[in-house]
């Protein structure tokens, strides 16, 4: 029986993939192209930028690279870090960040964080003056976002062995899609003192409904229509980018300082780890 199942996920899948390549009407705007193309034009500058990827842990979605000081934050820590980040700390971003930073972002991490008021002031607190924060995330009002927030966690991991093998490595973790929506995080961004907050909306997802074609087909109808209206309440995901333009007591003209010697352990219950070259 399980080797039918698969089988017809398989199938299901596989028909899914070909009307998506064949017919135009399927086709769904790639957020991971625009993401990149926002990261590009806020990496451009005359000066050597300090960078943060939240949530990027084993899989950063930059690389190392002498235009900038790249460092990482994850609560996954058992890993070789060197040959990804100039630095890296193990702990939540809800914690204090003893660093500061031109640019802070995150690739679908922030639906994964139980208390997001938190988050964003931490990574205000971590900006430099005129610093950029730029996230990607998925939407809480998606059908995909209501069946899982409809399933407990345990469910959400079986059921994602049987349907998407394939992400099994990569996905099941824990989703709260706190303030996970274009007018709550606008909002919360407004409301924490960041400026030049533009929010981009996508219509997408509906590959994870690819494992019984009638869904799929279902899913992108819907998708299509809100993006034809332009209800943005129910989108599958967005990119916000945000800017602090606040004063900073941090003196712009140093670099932030890196070593253990620049964290003061005794001073934060919060923090776990500290690990630089």
């Known amino acids: ?66 235009c900038y000081e790249y460092h990482g934050l994850d609560i996954a820590d058992d890993f070789a ?27 679908s991490v922030i639906e994964h964080i139980s208390d997001n008021k938190r988050c964003f002031k931490t990574v205000y607190d971590s900006l430099l ?6 996230h990607y995330f998925s939407c809480k009002n998606h059908p995909f976002s209501l069946i899982t927030r ?3 966690h345990k469910w959400q991991n079986i059921l994602i062995q049987y349907l998407r093998p394939e992400f099994a490595d990569l996905t099941g973790y824990k989703t709260y899609y706190d303030k996970c929506s274009k007018r709550d995080i606008e909002r919360l961004l407004t409301e924490l003192g960041y400026k030049n907050i533009e929010i981009k909306c996508f219509f997408g997802a509906a590959d994870y409904f690819g494992f019984f074609l009638p869904f799929f087909v279902l899913i992108t109808i819907f998708n299509k229509f809100c993006s034809l209206l332009n209800l943005s309440a129910f989108a599958s995901g967005i990119i916000v980018y945000a800017e602090k333009t606040d004063q900073d007591c941090y003196q712009p ?22 690990r630089t070259l």
């Open 1 to 66: 029986m399980p080797n039918i199942f698969q089988q017809f996920v398989r199938t299901n899948r596989d028909l899914s993939i070909q009307l998506r390549e064949r017919v135009g009407f399927f086709y769904e705007e790639n957020f991971y192209d625009h993401l990149r193309d926002v990261l590009h034009r806020a990496l451009k500058s005359d000066k050597r930028q300090t960078i943060l990827e939240v949530g990027g842990a084993d899989r950063p979605f930059l690389k190392k690279n002498k």
């Open 81 to 107: 870090f060197k040959d990804k980040y100039d630095c890296f700390y193990a702990q939540s971003i809800e914690q204090n960040i003893p660093n500061k930073y031109d640019l802070v972002f995150s690739v």
């Open 129 to 134: 003056n005129n610093g950029k924060t730029i």
């Open 150 to 152: 409809s399933v407990s």
């Open 253 to 274: 003209g140093s670099s932030p300082t890196l070593g253990a010697q620049a964290v003061d352990k005794g001073s934060s219950e919060n923090f776990r780890s500290y």
